[in-house]
């Protein structure tokens, strides 16, 4: 039997176990996931290969590290030093990152989208704003600290802490901090969240599972919002192909993935 993991701190939350079990089970894939509640990033390569797992995702806060262990990267996990899904390929541990097209099929039916605020500078973000920039969108940045934007400056974004930050109007704004996740914070103070809030057409949370206080106030205002669950079916559904190494059709995957959301 195939084991795969996801790890992350927190873990508990995380609904992929569920995802790809659904997939495995209604399958026939002799396969099985779990969770690993990893505290040190920088043991995540002798965790995964003690585990003797085929593959893994990585969930907040060891996306970057995953990038660091891997002993090769693929595709767009390359441009952005992110890594959410790992493979063991005869013993070597190869990275991929599947969180941007996800998030691209989650924002699907939002037309128009020109002007992207995100809030936050990690791991997702770095992935979202480098996808974007794929597709010309001028993407600008807001983050609590200024240690994480040269890499976004270096991209072309325009960047701003919460000291500094200047409004404009935007067409999509998106919570990748993780503010709301564990506790019931706002991405950034509600003097700076508010004002953005009626200036965007649409609003999207990384956050899946629960209305953050950010999609609260989101949703109190009429603004059109999705949670993080549409980015998390899509980036599920490309991690699944690459760990079955795509001997399953992709719009079975698909379906028993997304139905374990209603379970
Ligand atoms: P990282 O740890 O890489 O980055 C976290 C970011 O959040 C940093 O910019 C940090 O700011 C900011 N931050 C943390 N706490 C707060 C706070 N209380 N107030 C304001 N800003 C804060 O995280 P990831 O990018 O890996 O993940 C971010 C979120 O996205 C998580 O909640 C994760 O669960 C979710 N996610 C969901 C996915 C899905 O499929 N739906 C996929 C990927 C992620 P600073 O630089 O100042 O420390």
Not at 108 to 137: M, P
Not at 227 to 251: P, S
């Amino acid at each position: 039997m195939q084991l795969f993991s996801i790890f992350g701190d927190p873990v508990s939350h995380s609904r992929s176990p569920l995802m790809h079990n659904s997939v495995f089970k209604n399958l026939d894939y002799n396969a099985c996931y779990t969770r690993t509640h990893l505290l040190d990033g920088s043991k995540l390569k002798e965790t995964f290969f003690s585990l003797g797992l085929n593959g893994a995702n990585v969930t907040v806060p060891h996306k970057e590290a995953a990038f660091n262990a891997c002993d090769e990267v693929r595709g767009f996990a390359k441009t952005v030093g992110v890594v959410n899904t790992l493979v063991n390929e005869n013993g070597k541990l190869i990275g991929y990152n599947t969180d941007a097209d996800g998030f691209m099929y989650a924002i699907e039916e939002f037309n128009n989208i020109n002007n992207i605020l995100i809030l936050g500078a990690g791991g997702t973000a770095k992935a979202l704003a480098a996808r974007f920039k794929q597709d010309n969108i001028n993407v600008s940045i807001l983050n609590r600290s200024e240690k994480r934007l040269p890499y976004f400056k270096d991209l072309g974004c325009t960047c701003f802490t919460w000291n500094d930050f200047k409004l404009t109007t935007y067409d999509l704004v998106v919570n990748t901090t993780s503010a709301g996740l564990k506790d019931e914070d706002l991405p950034a103070p509600k003097e700076l969240i508010e004002p953005i809030l009626k200036h965007t057409s649409y609003v999207a949370d990384a956050i899946y599972g629960k209305l953050t206080p950010f999609l609260q106030l989101a949703k109190a205002k009429n603004i059109t919002y999705k949670d993080g669950a549409d980015m998390l079916l899509g980036q599920g559904v490309l991690a699944n192909e690459l760990f079955v190494n795509a001997e399953l059709n992709k719009i079975d995957i698909k379906k028993y993935m997304a139905r374990s959301f209603s379970l």
